[in-house]
């Protein structure tokens, strides 16, 4: 999976692109709590171009938002797939992010 | 080297011994092997020996934990090689749901949790108990999913398979009262979609059929290769098994193991039997928790 990073106004956008799974959740992890220990608090995960995401990716998100919320802070997600969306919606999981059509939208919020 | 924390299989279990040191009856059903074997699979899960999607089982990191259960699993699954749907899984395992029950016991008697006595009750019964020692370890996860559901906290993953699994085995009432259950329901139901094993498990409950399995399994005019044959085609219709290489080996013909099953069929003349992988040895199915080392089973 490739991951692109930057900043937009207060929140941190993450782009993902490709496959979240068994090969790379871990490093995905590392980066995402690298950034979270820089002291970030809004975060838009950019699903756009994610194709396929596992369990394992699925609890990244989860221990993430945890530990963002913690600090009174939120994770967005934006633009996923009908794919990615129906994991999200089957497993309960987008009723606990906030869900954005657009990155645009997802920003602003 | 005792391990020293409890499996998923093993709270469960520890939640379904109340204060009289009873198991509950629905814990006692062939349905719960169903149970046993999810809990494993989302045990690994965990620990990230395996990762799953909406289908299947994906082999992950395969190195053993120290523990009795889950190890012999890591070992299946890594003789297996590759992605299987988690439903062929959950039949897999089910299909050893005497052996896990009898490790599952022998733990946390090992550990001092339980122990296992012979005690009459009123109907002149000899029934095994398990008087509880040390109820730290129940107390401790029945707090903590009630604490988890009666607030809005976002779960950790841990507390999640764990409801997932009461909600989908049909066994919530370990854990929560029946008003508890109908006050939190849109709660517990959030919670237990979150596990992709336990959107498997209410499937393979609703597929599970124990029919006619004892016409056929228990004596009679039919020999033992005939008894054998009809329980082993009841237990591929009712995991949904479809290639007999997915059979383990002491149930599928060929293999030296099944051979050996076919002449414990033969000594006990019933087919309603297991294999327990860590000690070599078979045993008639109990649906007990009552434990082949405790001398029950045969």
């Known amino acids: 999976m490739e991951l692109k990073i930057k ?9 993902l692109s490709g496959r979240l799974d068994t090969s790379n959740y871990e490093s995905f992890s590392e980066e995402l709590y690298a950034k979270l220990e820089e002291g970030g608090k809004y975060f838009v995960m950019d699903m756009e171009d994610l194709d396929y995401i596992s369990s394992s990716g699925l609890r990244v998100f989860l221990s993430a938002l945890k530990k963002v919320r913690a600090t009174d802070g939120d994770i967005a997600l934006c633009c996923m797939s009908e794919k990615i969306n129906e994991v999200f919606e089957i497993s ?4 606990l992010f906030k869900v954005f059509v657009s990155i645009d939208d997802a920003v602003n919020e | 080297m005792k391990k020293y924390s409890l499996n998923i299989a093993e709270e469960i279990a520890l939640l379904s011994v109340n204060e009289d040191g009873e198991v509950h009856p629905k814990l006692k059903s062939p349905k719960y092997d169903i149970v046993i074997a999810s809990a494993i699979l989302m045990d690994l899960a965990l620990h990230h020996r395996i990762d799953t999607d909406m289908k299947n089982v994906i082999p992950d990191k395969l190195e053993p934990m120290g523990d009795p259960i889950l190890d012999v699993v890591i070992e299946e699954i890594k003789e297996f090689g590759s992605v299987r749907p988690i439903s062929e899984w959950i039949a897999d395992l089910s299909i050893k749901g005497q052996f896990f029950r009898d490790e ?11 122990k296992v006595e012979n005690k009459k009750v009123l109907w002149m019964f000899s029934k095994r108990v398990y008087p509880m020692l040390d109820d730290t370890e129940v107390k401790e996860v029945r707090a903590r999913i009630r604490d988890l559901v009666f607030s809005d906290e976002i ?26 259950m109908k006050d939190y329901e849109h709660r517990i139901s959030q919670i237990a979609k979150m ?9 393979s409950l609703k597929e599970f059929k124990l029919s006619n399995i004892k016409s056929f399994i228990t004596g009679g005019e039919k020999t033992p290769e005939q008894m054998l044959d009809e329980h082993v085609k009841e237990l591929k219709e009712k995991f949904r098994i479809t290639n007999d290489a997915n059979l383990p080996a002491w149930l599928r013909k060929g293999t030296d193991q099944y051979a050996k099953t076919l002449e414990f069929v033969k000594e006990k003349n019933t087919a309603d039997i297991t294999f327990n992988h860590r000690t070599g040895v078979y045993q008639v199915n109990s649906y007990s928790f009552v434990g082949h080392e405790f001398g029950s089973g045969s």
């Open chain 2, 195 to 203: 596990d992709m094993i336990g959107l498997a498990i209410g499937d």
């Open chain 2, 155 to 180: 779960p950790d993953y841990k507390d999640i398979v764990i409801i997932s699994l009461l909600k989908n085995a049909g066994i919530l009432e370990l854990a929560f009262t029946d008003e508890e």
């Open chain 1, 92 to 95: 309960g999981f987008s009723s």
């Open chain 2, 104 to 114: 599952i016991v022998k733990s946390v008697v090992d550990l001092g949790i339980l």
């Open chain 1, 7 to 15: 900043k937009e106004g207060n929140a941190t956008i993450l782009e």
